[in-house]
């Protein structure tokens, strides 16, 4: 099963419906392959962002990367 991930590229911003709920993604970084966890609660208006980086994650999308060369 392959993994998804958003793409997240520098000074563009990641947009998202607004509504209650909670929203979990993995992101992964096009230079360097750090993937990130992040959990994104929306309640009231109000946003709370929870990230942490995924050693595990991040060490397959490098052997990944390390194949395309």
Known sequence: M???YVQ???NKPMIFPAKD????????CCDCGLVHD?????RRGKVTRI?????????????????QR
Not at 21 to 28: D, E, N, P, T
Not at 38 to 42: C, E, K, R
Not at 52 to 67: C, D, I
């Open 21 to 28: 709920g909670i929203l979990k993604m993995r992101v992964s």
């Open 38 to 42: 992040y959990l994104f609660a929306f």
């Open 51 to 67: 990230a942490a980086r995924n050693e595990r994650a991040t060490a397959a999308v490098r052997r990944g990367m390390n194949k």
């Open 2 to 4: 392959s993994r998804r």
């Open 8 to 10: 997240a590229y520098d």
